[in-house]
Each structure stands twice: as C-alpha cells, then as structure tokens.
C-alpha cells in the first residue's frame, strides 16, 4: 500500500533522530522491503522461461535477489546460476532452497559483483537475465558498457542476454514522480514497517532519484531513536539511449518483446525485454510470435558490400537445428529470394549459391 502524504524536510526529522544509520540499500534492513517491491512480478519471468527452455542449456540469473526470477527457472528445470552482489539477499535464497530440495538441485547461489573476476561463476551461459529494469542502476555508462561487455563473455558464442528497459510513454511518466510517498510492508520477522520516500525526477540522464528513511521502532545504548537511511540514483535507460553501449559491447538486438508489467486501463506498454545477441551471431537469430502457435526464424542473408545474399552453411545448420526442436508449424524469412521470380530487378540480387538452401527444403519434410 503506498499513500502520499506531507511530511517535514528530512533535515527536521534527522534532528530528533540522532542515531542514524547510513545503509546500503541492497542489505538490511532495506532488502525486505526491495524483495516484497518485486516478489509477485511475474511480466518478465515467464517471458525469461519460455526462451531459455527452448534454447536449452545453462541460465545465469543476475542480480538474483531471493531469486524471483532463478526460482522460475528452476521450475522449469532449467540449470540456473544466480548471483547478487548483495549478501543478505544471496543468503536468504539459500536458506528458501534448503526447504525446496526440487529446486535447489537446479540453482547454484553466488555471492558477488559480476563485474569483479569470480572464477566460481563459470562461462558457457545459453541465456542470461537481468530481471525487472534493474539496468537502471548503472547511472555511469562506462560501468554499463563494462557490465555489458563482462555478460557477452560469460556466453556461449551463440548464447543472448534478456535485458527489460522501459519505453518512451514510461519516461514521461516519470517526471511527475515527484515529492515524498509512505510504503508500508512486512519484514522477515512479520513486523509492519513504515518506510518514507523522497522521490525526485533530474531530466539531465534522465535520472530518477529515492532517499529511503526507515524508522526502526528501537532505541540505541543512548535511548535514542534508531533510523536507518538509504539512496539510490538510477539512470532511465531505454532502447535508444542503449544502442551506443550494446554496440560497444558487441551486443546486437534481435527481437523486442513488449510487456506491460503494471495494470493499465489504457493499455500502454510500460517496457520491452531486449534479446540481444553478439553481433556475429545475431544473423542466426529465431524470432518467435504467436502466429497460431507456430515459429517464425528470421535468417540474415545479406553479404557485407554486395547486393546479392547468402545462406552459409552456420545458418543453414541452425535452420535444421532449430527445425529439429520445434513442435509447431515454421515459417522461415530472410531477405534475398532463394529462387528467381521473373522480376529482373529482383532475381539479380538473389541468393547466391542456393545450393545449401535447396539441400534443406530437400532434407526436411517440414
């Protein structure tokens, strides 16, 4: 439950509160309340499961928290790594595992910050995820376009990063995000909590920033009111503002899936789940749509400086591998016509060398 209400500057309320305490916002006691702001998300977990099911092999969960999403892709019975930077939140996943013994046998917990060598963590994902819009946290952009750059790395040469960022309409809304909000909600121990907010808008980014104020209903040695306090600065990433950094990192975007995380009467898309892919690779991107469910791949067939296009044998191998996998009708797209129509304009810049295309419509029943 979140209610606005008018409050004193937070000057004032520090004077009668002597016994502050700086806190990180991703350890105690902030954590339970960041856990209950995110635990009944579901928008991108289920898009998360549904593509790393299907391109099978290892997950990696970043920024696990208690492990919202690591959890949903356990159920699937999807091998899943998740690591979090926060001790209080790695342990506390841990602890849930102990009494789910189905799950725990396909999650592993790391402690640590991605970006710091941590040869526990391993390489080889076919999928990783960064849940919620937690990308907003990177507020400098060589941080991000390192974090990005580490996270290609620790793929498979084919494997893709599933990255949530907002859209344009939920900008805007943002700027009137402005002033002090009271959030109620209950810790571990089932304890009602009143947490204050000061909430401001910076257009300069756009950066949105909260100062956290928790009042801890405990006194100190002195018989002083304890109180806890937090920020955190966010930069609000979106699709565009990205483009320079996945470019950096050696991302490419091949498929956008837009999801509206909140109730909307009006129906307007809040964020998109970038799936990006290494540059290399995106030319062997599937892209999936419901089309009655059936799946569509989309091949790039383009050749760097010519206008004539190409099927290699790596895409024409990923066609019957893919194929192989799925159990809907597949519809398979790319760009130069494999055959000539009798347009001159058109049949000139067919594909090249169809030789690997027609040896796969003859091998395939499909």
């Given at each position: 439950?979140?209610?606005?209400?008018?409050?004193?500057?937070?000057?004032?309320?520090?004077?009668?509160?002597?016994?502050?305490?700086?806190?990180?916002?991703?350890?105690?006691?902030?954590?339970?309340?960041?856990?209950q702001q995110t635990t009944e998300k579901t928008w991108d977990?289920?898009?998360?499961?549904?593509?790393?099911?299907?391109?099978?092999?290892?997950?990696?969960?970043?920024?696990?928290?208690?492990?919202?999403?690591?959890?949903?892709?356990?159920?699937?019975?999807?091998?899943?790594?998740?690591?979090?930077?926060?001790?209080?939140?790695?342990?506390?996943?841990?602890?849930?595992?102990?009494?789910?013994?189905?799950?725990?046998?396909?999650?592993?917990?790391?402690?640590?910050?991605?970006?710091?060598?941590?040869?526990?963590?391993?390489?080889?994902?076919?999928?990783?995820?960064?849940?919620?819009?937690?990308?907003?946290?990177?507020?400098?952009?060589?941080?991000?376009?390192?974090?990005?750059?580490?996270?290609?790395?620790?793929?498979?040469?084919?494997?893709?990063?599933?990255?949530?960022?907002?859209?344009?309409?939920?900008?805007?809304?943002?700027?009137?995000?402005?002033?002090?909000?009271?959030?109620?909600?209950?810790?571990?121990?089932?304890?009602?909590?009143?947490?204050?907010?000061?909430?401001?808008?910076?257009?300069?980014?756009?950066?949105?920033?909260?100062?956290?104020?928790?009042?801890?209903?405990?006194?100190?040695?002195?018989?002083?009111?304890?109180?806890?306090?937090?920020?955190?600065?966010?930069?609000?990433?979106?699709?565009?503002?990205?483009?320079?950094?996945?470019?950096?990192?050696?991302?490419?975007?091949?498929?956008?899936?837009?999801?509206?995380?909140?109730?909307?009467?009006?129906?307007?898309?809040?964020?998109?789940?970038?799936?990006?892919?290494?540059e290399q690779e995106a030319r062997h991107a599937a892209v999936?749509?419901?089309?009655?469910?059936?799946?569509?791949?989309?091949?790039?067939?383009?050749?760097?400086?010519?206008?004539?296009?190409?099927?290699?044998?790596?895409?024409?191998?990923?066609?019957?591998?893919?194929?192989?996998?799925?159990?809907?009708?597949?519809?398979?797209?790319?760009?130069?016509?494999?055959?000539?129509?009798?347009?001159?304009?058109?049949?000139?810049?067919?594909?090249?060398?169809?030789?690997?295309?027609?040896?796969?419509?003859?091998?395939?029943?499909?």
């Open positions: 439950m979140v209610r606005r209400i008018c409050l004193p500057p937070f000057r004032h309320l520090l004077d009668r509160l002597p016994a502050l305490r700086v806190t990180d916002i991703y350890e105690d006691p902030f954590e339970p309340y960041l856990h977990t289920d898009h998360f499961t549904a593509i790393a099911r299907k391109r099978g092999g290892r997950a990696l969960d970043i920024g696990c928290g208690r492990g919202r999403v690591a959890l949903a892709l356990a159920a699937a019975d999807l091998p899943t790594t998740a690591v979090d930077i926060s001790h209080a939140a790695t342990t506390r996943l841990r602890t849930h595992l102990t009494h789910h013994p189905e799950l725990a046998q396909h999650i592993r917990v790391v402690h640590g910050d991605v970006l710091d060598p941590m040869p526990e963590l391993g390489t080889g994902y076919t999928t990783a995820t960064l849940g919620d819009t937690a990308v907003n946290m990177f507020t400098d952009p060589r941080t991000l376009t390192a974090f990005l750059t580490r996270v290609r790395s620790l793929l498979t040469p084919d494997g893709i990063l599933c990255l949530p960022v907002l859209t344009e309409p939920a900008l805007a809304a943002y700027t009137r995000r402005n002033g002090v909000l009271a959030t109620a909600f209950t810790d571990d121990d089932g304890t009602r909590r009143l947490l204050f907010a000061a909430m401001r808008h910076d257009p300069d980014g756009p950066h949105f920033s909260r100062t956290l104020f928790l009042p801890d209903a405990t006194r100190d040695k002195d018989e002083e009111p304890v109180a806890h306090l937090a920020a955190v600065r966010e930069r609000l990433w979106n699709r565009a503002s990205l483009t320079q950094h996945l470019r950096e990192a050696g991302f490419e975007i091949v498929d956008s899936i837009p999801v509206v995380p909140r109730d909307d009467a009006l129906g307007r898309v809040d964020a998109e789940i970038l799936v990006l892919a290494a999936e749509r419901d089309l009655g469910a059936a799946t569509v791949l989309l091949c790039d067939s383009s050749i760097p400086g010519r206008h004539d296009g190409q099927l290699d044998d790596e895409t024409i191998g990923w066609l019957e591998s893919e194929l192989a996998l799925a159990e809907a009708p597949v519809f398979v797209g790319m760009h130069h016509p494999p055959i000539a129509l009798g347009l001159p304009s058109v049949d000139a810049i067919r594909l090249n060398h169809p030789s690997g295309w027609s040896g796969f419509c003859g091998a395939t029943t499909r």
